[in-house]
C-alpha cells in the first residue's frame, strides 16, 4: 500500500520544504480564515457576536486506532478529519477550520504522504473546512495524526451532553453497528493473507460496512436539518466508542436514566448478516462496536411529530429520572442494565 | 524517573476514568471559557469584536523531541505547553485555551501521568490559560503529546512574519544558545552513566542553561512591554528552530534581506563558557541551536529610542532591501551569507 511507481525520500524536502509542498496549494475558502498555514499561527475572525467557538481534537495512533496493511492512507487522512468534524456537529456547530499534526516515520515517502494529505483536504472540501496550520514532525514508529477542529455556533443553539430531560426521547441518525463489522472483515482478511498471500480478499457484498470502516461521514445533513426543521436538541453527543458508552455519557452528565429498546436500534441488512457470519450478537455490535459517528440526541416528546417521518432518525428509547437507572428493553421483554463494553483504546496493548 | 513509591496502571482506570481523574480538579479562570473538560467540544466566548482568534499546535514525540532518561516529565509537561504559547505571543496575542492530546504507552502508571499533568497545569496556572480538552489514547511504542493553543489579539496589533520592512531594527528578546549547551550538557552526562552508572552526573554552574533546555518560560513579558512602550513590531516570531532559521523566515516571507552582527547577538556567559568547553562556536550556537524560545522582531528605526535602553533586548541588525540578501557580519568584520543549519526534526531518523 505504501508502493509507489515513484518514492521521494522525506528528507530530500526537510521539514520546512514538506510542509511548504502539502499547504501551497491550500485555498482558504470561509471568511472568518484571515491567515492559514506559514505563522507561528493561524488567525480567525469569526465576526458574528451572537456565536462562540467550538474546539475539538482527536488523536490518531497507527497500530492502536488504524491498521496499514489494510487502510489507504488516503482514506485514512479522510476520516482522520471526519472523526474531528463529527465532534463539532455533536456540538449542534459548523466546523469550519482544523489543524493537523502529524509524526511520520521516514518509512514514509513524499508520495505517501502526499496521499494522507489528499484524503485529509478532500474531506476539508467536502465540509467547507479550512486546513489552517499544524506541525509536522518525524516518528521514531509509527504514523501518529492529531487534529484539531475549531467551529462555531449560534450561542443559544449549543447541545451539550448534559441537557437530557426526563421524558426525552433518545434518538440516533443512520444505523449503528456497520464500522464495527466491516472492521472484523478487514481483520479476516488480514489472517487470511498472512496464511496465504494467493488468496484473494473475499469483500464480495460487504461495500456498505465496508465504507461505513473506511471512510465514513460526519453528520452535517443532521444538524442542518436541526435548523430547517427548528428543533432543538436538549442533549447530543457523537456515536465513536458505541451506542451503550454514549448513552451512558447522556445519562451520567444529564442526571437522569433511560429505557432503550433494543427493537428500535437502527441496524442495516448487511451489518446484522455479517454478524451472523461471524457468529456475533447484531444488537451487541451496534451497542458496543463504535466508530459509527453517526448523532445520538434528545428530543422533547413534544418535537415527535416533527421528525417521526424522516427516514434517517430512530427514535430508540426515553429519558427516566434517575432513579430508574439505565435500562436495556430487550427484544424478549427483558429488563437489563445497559453495560458500556465500548472500545477503550486505552486497554489496547 | 518513571519510577515512584506506588504505580496504580493505566488500564485500571479506562481512558474515561484517567480522563476524569486528570481534569476533575481543574479551575476554569478565562472569561471567555465557557465549557471546558467533559463534552464533545470545549465552547469558547470571546466577546470582544475587536479581537482575533490566533490558534497554533506544536506535537512532541519522545526519542525526537526529548529523552525521558533525563527530562522529569513534571518539565516536560511544562515545556510542551510553553511551546505552544510561545507561538501565540510571536503573534503578539494573548494564549487563553489549550487542548492536550496524549498517547501514552502502558509503561507509564497513572503516577507518572500525573506528573506529566501537573507539569501543564502548572504552566497553565502561570500563564493564565485553561486547559480545555483533549484526548488520551495508548501508543504501542513512545510517549506522544500534541497540545493546540488559542489565543486572542486585538486586529490591528496582530504581528506576522511577513511584515519586515527594509529599514527595521532586527531585535530578539533575552539571549540564545544556551538551550542548546543545556542539551549538550545533558547528553554528555547520559553518555557518561551509560558507560559508569556509579558517576553522579556533574552539573556545577550549569544551573541557567539546564533550565533554559528544561524549563524555558514563554515571553509574555516582552508581549506586555510592546504594549506599555505602545510599541508595534512590524514582523515577529519564536526562535525555536535558531535565530538563523528564523531570521531567515522573516526575511524569505517580508521579501527583503539583511545584516545580522555577530556581536550583537546575545549569549549567556554560562552559554560562552560551556560552549568553548565542548570546543564549540556560541555563535553557531545561538544561530543554530533552537529552543529558546525568545522572541525574534523587526521594528521601525524610530521606535529605537523606545527599546535602547531596556535590558532584555538586543538590536542584532538591521533590514536591508532583498538585493543585498540576508547576510551575517562577524566579528572581524567578513560578510558572510546566513545559512540555517537549525534543529529540523525531520531530518532525524
Redo the contacts between chains.
Keep these: 500500500m505504501l508502493e509507489n511507481n515513484t518514492r521521494t525520500e522525506?528528507?530530500a524536502?526537510?521539514?520546512?520544504g514538506?510542509i511548504k509542498h502539502l499547504t501551497e496549494h491550500i485555498e482558504l475558502k470561509n471568511p472568518s480564515t484571515?491567515?492559514g498555514v506559514?505563522?507561528?499561527?493561524?488567525?480567525?475572525?469569526?465576526?458574528n457576536?451572537n456565536t462562540?467557538?467550538?474546539?475539538?481534537?482527536?488523536?490518531l495512533?497507527?497500530?492502536?486506532?488504524f491498521d496499514l496493511t489494510y487502510v489507504p492512507l488516503k482514506h485514512l487522512g479522510y476520516k482522520s478529519v471526519i472523526v474531528n468534524l463529527?465532534?463539532?456537529y455533536?456540538?449542534n456547530?459548523q466546523p469550519k477550520?482544523i489543524?493537523?499534526?502529524?509524526?511520520?516515520s521516514?518509512r514514509f515517502s513524499l508520495e505517501a504522504v502526499e496521499e494522507l494529505y489528499a484524503g485529509m483536504l478532500l474531506a476539508c472540501q467536502k465540509y467547507g473546512v479550512d486546513l489552517?496550520?499544524?506541525?509536522?514532525?518525524?516518528?521514531?514508529?509509527?504514523l501518529?495524526i492529531?487534529i484539531?477542529?475549531?467551529?462555531e455556533?449560534e450561542?443559544d443553539k449549543?447541545v451539550?451532553?448534559?441537557g437530557a430531560k426526563e421524558g426525552n426521547l433518545l434518538c440516533v441518525s443512520g444505523d449503528l453497528g456497520g464500522a464495527y463489522m466491516g472492521l472484523q472483515i478487514l481483520e479476516r482478511e488480514k489472517t487470511i493473507f498472512k496464511e496465504n498471500p494467493n488468496i484473494q480478499p473475499d469483500l464480495e457484498g460487504k461495500d456498505y460496512i465496508l465504507e461505513r470502516q473506511l471512510k465514513p461521514e460526519a453528520r452535517k445533513d443532521i444538524v442542518k436539518l436541526f435548523s430547517d426543521l427548528n428543533l432543538q436538541p436538549r442533549s447530543?453527543?457523537?456515536v465513536s466508542d458505541g451506542l451503550a458508552s454514549e448513552i451512558l455519557h447522556i445519562c451520567t452528565?444529564s442526571n437522569v436514566g433511560c429505557e432503550l429498546y433494543e427493537e428500535k436500534i437502527p441496524i442495516d441488512s448487511q451489518t446484522y448478516d455479517t454478524a451472523r457470519q461471524f457468529n456475533l450478537d447484531a444488537t451487541v455490535c451496534a451497542l458496543s462496536g463504535g466508530e459509527d459517528y453517526e448523532l445520538l440526541f434528545t428530543i422533547d416528546a413534544a418535537d415527535y411529530d416533527k421528525v417521526k417521518n424522516l427516514p434517517d432518525f430512530s427514535v430508540i428509547g426515553h429519558i427516566t429520572n434517575k432513579e430508574k437507572g439505565t435500562n436495556l428493553v430487550t427484544k424478549s421483554g427483558t429488563v437489563a442494565a445497559l453495560k458500556a463494553q465500548g472500545w477503550?483504546?486505552?486497554?489496547?496493548?
Excluded: P, W
Design positions: 522525506l528528507s524536502l526537510g521539514e520546512f514538506l484571515i491567515k506559514g505563522d507561528d499561527a493561524a488567525v480567525i475572525n469569526y465576526t457576536t462562540v467557538t467550538l474546539v475539538s481534537s482527536d488523536m495512533v497507527e497500530g492502536v486506532h463529527s465532534d463539532i455533536a456540538m456547530g477550520q489543524v493537523v499534526s502529524m509524526a511520520i521516514s489552517v496550520g499544524g506541525d509536522t514532525t518525524s516518528s521514531l514508529s509509527g501518529v492529531n484539531t477542529v475549531l467551529g455556533c450561542k449549543v451539550y451532553r448534559h447530543m453527543m457523537d452528565q477503550d483504546a486505552l486497554l489496547k496493548k
